[in-house]
T-cell receptor, first 110, second 116 residues
């Protein structure tokens, strides 16, 4: 069974610090990787996607992909209280199926 | 990003009745649409995957006769909860994907269903 695993948290980070969210996946043939943010009672919204090994930066967000280790992470710099949400990792596997992690709850403390 | 519209956003229905939820991709053709259910403080649970013009593929444990999915066109998929019961009360979310490998999923706003 193909899996995407995330620590459920909650992960508590002080305001202004860097929040680091991690995700591992089991299918070595996975093609593309997505990070979504979901506020309570709302639908997920796409933050970033990454296809190639290395880092991809967009504003305060950096996605990191290491296909050899089957690991993808999301860094949030200068964390704000408004970043408090559940962060979902999604992986498109070798069959082009989108597999979801269970999500990590992030709490930014003022 | 692309826009996916889900309607209604909130519905309350009586036990035993049926409820239809619509999911439309407004500015792209969605080759695949997904239907999820989410209970409070829990993760997304995939219910079914639908491809335009073919029968939906349901996840294990999801009753296909209870949750009817129709994907009649490349821009519209519907989920009908038949003979709803209070335990069907949940947050239902659709997402749509364009064709291709490296394409992300776009989500509708979700539908909060309450069965009384």
């Amino acid at each position: 069974q193909k899996e995407v695993e995330q620590n459920s948290g909650p992960l508590s980070v002080p305001e202004g610090a860097i929040a680091s969210l991690n995700c591992t996946y089991s299918d070595r043939g996975s093609q593309s990787f997505f990070w979504y943010r979901q506020y309570s009672g709302k639908s997920p919204e796409l933050i970033m996607f990454i296809y190639s090994n290395g880092d991809k930066e967009d504003g305060r967000f950096t996605a990191q992909l290491n296909k050899a280790s089957q690991y993808v992470s999301l860094l949030i710099r200068d964390s704000q209280p408004s970043d408090s949400a559940t962060y979902l990792c999604a992986v498109k596997d070798s069959n082009y199926q989108l597999i979801w992690g269970a999500g990590t709850k992030l709490i930014i403390k003022p | 990003g692309a826009v996916v519209s889900q309607h209604p956003s909130r519905v309350i229905c009586k036990s035993g009745t049926s409820v239809k939820i619509e999911c439309r991709s407004l500015d792209f053709q969605a080759t695949t649409m997904f239907w999820y259910r989410q209970f409070p403080k829990q993760s997304l649970m995939l219910m079914a995957t639908s491809n335009e013009g073919s029968k939906a593929t349901y996840e294990q444990g999801v009753e296909k006769d209870k949750f009817l999915i129709n994907h009649a066109s490349l821009t519209l998929s519907t989920l009908t909860v038949t003979s709803a019961h209070p335990e069907d009360s949940s947050f239902y979310i659709c997402s749509a994907v364009r064709g291709g490998v490296n394409t992300e999923a776009f989500f509708g706003q979700g539908t909060r269903l309450t069965v009384v």
